[in-house]
């Protein structure tokens, strides 16, 4: 396998371009704007090819405990996951939804499930760093003021290193086919194995 770097933002055609039989992502469309998306969906329908999307952040999280300010300092995070992230404003929490509906405008076929990350006390660390940004990013927003994004932080820290703290976030996976593509893949696997006459 050959590793090529590419700008995305910036050349994302080329990046398509060569032998490529399938186009994946992980963790990027709540990152990229609606342009950006049309882009991608109008490059990978033009070369009829599958597409497939790992961990698309849909908004949801859920957290065991519960604390008071849970549901301000997560709808400040939705916001400022639809801050330009290098590809213009984000789509942020409804890329999944957009991905699916610009795939089937296509003319693919789209399956998707949620793939959400269920965080138990054991997973520390990602709990830790991932509290610390969503502390951050409600701040920066300027949803949640700066004593009450650290008193959160603070009372989620105490419930992490008391073995306490469960967390899940919503993803969703997404794999669109362009419609008819496996009828025309085994005709064209018939043709190919056929005896010639």
Partial sequence: MTRIPVDLARD???ALDGRVSLVTAS???DLVSAEWLDRLV???????LPFYAALNY?????FDPADPLDAAVIAAVNLHQQTDKGFGP???PGAAEAAIARFQAAGYTVVHGRSD???LPRDHGIQRD?????AGAA???GAVSLPDAAAWLTRRRDLLAAGRSTIKVGHVDIFARPIGARAAERSQSNRTSSPSG
């Fill in 27 to 29: 963790a990027l469309l």
């Fill in 12 to 14: 994302l055609e080329a």
């Fill in 42 to 48: 109008v490059e990978v329908a033009a070369r009829r």
């Fill in 130 to 134: 991932m509290l610390a940004g969503w």
């Fill in 117 to 119: 990350w269920h965080l």
């Fill in 139 to 141: 701040r920066e927003i």
């Fill in 90 to 92: 984000a789509l942020g």
């Fill in 58 to 62: 849909d908004g949801r999280v859920s």
